[in-house]
């Protein structure tokens, strides 16, 4: 009779009120050893008891991993991997159990990580999956279960399932992809070495375009994917990466891609190249390999998100390196791109980026040829333009690279500075009390570049900026007051 006792408890056991007289009768302790039986039929039933039973019950549940349920729910699932109402009732056991630090603790020492991914593999509707992503999600809070799922070969599993339902607009595909992007996040996050081996072997050397999709779709990025990008990139794993061969795949790719109206694959590749091209030896492994002038053979899309993306990179190839501005700042038909699109009124976001860009191979190159170069492709005007930003980082970017350029060749831009009345801009800039103290920090420093030129210091001179830079001397920020200082002498200095 014990197999219809244990129906008949896990159907009382639905009743919310028949708990309790379910505990202090001890019909836990008493169904627990039933969890051994060869019996499916009584496997079935003690475990759906079990689990009503101790739903919400903490101490119960803690009670549970004590007496080593964990050992048997691992058994059943691995002995009968094909009874689908078995693994049900034991997954739902597992992810009400697995957010205990015991119950993971007792999973580690366990092949539990086999078994779930064996199941994710096999999962065929939501419902399941949902409920395995359920039991990984907390099982992926635990280090060692962490790396025991990777060797499972977890991530493999995910790169399918994301590929197969990317695009997808069903609320229920919609739900999956979260919960496996959460995942990987998840495993990536803190813990002990293996996990970008795990990752990388997803495809970074066979199947790029899958791993692109994997790691830098827009699905991911819905989550926690940039965080979790920054964890792929981070201590030796970028390095990894590049020594990979990964570039020059990332690169065959875009342009494969770069006529297609989906630009899922170049925007993730582009992600990808932005953030592996921050370490400094990446940058110069990067630069030997020519990469700067393959990226520059995309200048032709006309896409605005990868036009933006393709920015990005290129402004983080060039940060901190002057070698990166010189080849950049000296190509024409990248200037003249640039410029185009410092003129693209309709996207913001592209214009934006193309001007900063622009301030950073000023900023970071040395050449005389490079301010030449940016000068004849009318690029200067843009950003003295730049410096009235609404963003104040921006105009910092544009008053310090026109510094920079200044103090390289000022003859050369001294006439495009009078064009683009840069001194007005400069003497605004200092006179509204809304400038930030670092902007009017540099429009001064900018200001003592310019005073080298007479024909712009006479402009300084007329447009009455000394009186400005003596009430600034007064200014509540020491900096600006020092400035300022600094600023009045060299105006008061004959040339």
Known sequence: CAVKAAQVLSEIAKNEEMKKPCIEADLVPTLIPLLESTDQEMLLHAGRAIGRICYGNRALQEELVKVGVITSLVRILTDYAESEPLVHVDLLALSNLADLDAAKEALSKTKVAEQLVKQLRRAENHERLEIVFEVLQALAENDALKVQLVEAGVQEVLSKILLRLQGSSQAEDTCIVKAASDLIVSLLLGGKKGKIKGIVSIGAKDNMEEFLLLWGGDNIQTSKGFKMTRVILSDGNCVRMVQLGVIHQLLDLL?????????????????????????????????????????????????????????????????????????????????????????????????????????????????????KAIQEAEGVKHLVSMTTSEHAAMQNEALNALAIASAIDLETLEESFKESQLVQSLHKLLQDDNTSPEVKYNSMGLLCSLLHSGDLRQEIEEDKIKETLEELCSHSNANVVKEAVITLKALRRKT
């Open 255 to 371: 342009e494969k891609h770069v006529e297609s109206e989906d630009v899922s694959v170049q925007h993730a590749a582009l992600s990808a190249l932005r953030n592996l091209a921050i370490p400094v030896v990446n940058k110069v492994q990067v630069l030997e390999e020519g990469v700067a002038e393959r990226i520059q053979a995309l200048l032709r899309s006309e896409m605005p998100p990868v036009q933006f993306k393709l920015l990005g990179t290129l402004r983080m190839l060039a940060d901190g390196q002057a070698d990166a501005a010189e080849i950049l700042g000296q190509d024409p038909m990248l200037l003249n791109r640039l410029v185009q699109w410092c003129n693209a009124n309709d996207h913001t976001s592209v214009r934006g980026e193309a001007n900063r860009l622009l301030a950073s191979i000023l900023r970071h190159n040395r050449s005389q040829e490079v301010v």
